[in-house]
Nanobody, 114 residues
Framework: VQLQASGGGLVQAGGSLRLSCTVS????????LGWYRQTPGKMREFVAT???????NYADSVKGRFTISRDDAKNTMYLQMTSLKPEDTAPYYC?????????WGQGTQVTVSS
């Protein structure tokens, strides 16, 4: 099972980015999917998750600004990020949890300049 995250980059505060995570090796429809990030000196933290049925959950810090979605026909998950803040700067990791186990992508860097 492999997860390939992409879409990170450098953006000014207030800007937007869309992250993608493509899942291979399993059908994404069989997995709960999520995004996490890890800032220096901190543990990896939850950003957003989307269940197999489509229900979503967000960290308080991103509610109203980030939207997680999935397209199981493309085996892909997305994170639309708007109104970005410098404190959103981090590598972002995608995660898939299925009956077979939990899997992580390699991370894509998001940098928000003030």
């Amino acid at each position: 099972v492999q997860l390939q995250a992409s879409g990170g980059g450098l953006v000014q505060a207030g800007g937007s980015l869309r992250l993608s995570c493509t899942v291979s090796g399993i059908s994404s429809s069989r997995a709960a999917l999520g995004w996490y990030r890890q800032t220096p000196g901190k543990m990896r933290e939850f950003v957003a998750t989307i269940a197999r049925g489509g229900s979503t959950n967000y960290a308080d810090s991103v509610k109203g600004r980030f939207t997680i979605s999935r397209d199981d026909a493309k085996n892909t998950m997305y994170l639309q990020m708007t109104s970005l803040k410098p404190e959103d700067t981090a590598p972002y990791y995608c995660n898939a949890v299925s009956a077979q186990g939990a899997y992580w992508g390699q991370g894509t860097q998001v940098t928000v300049s003030s």
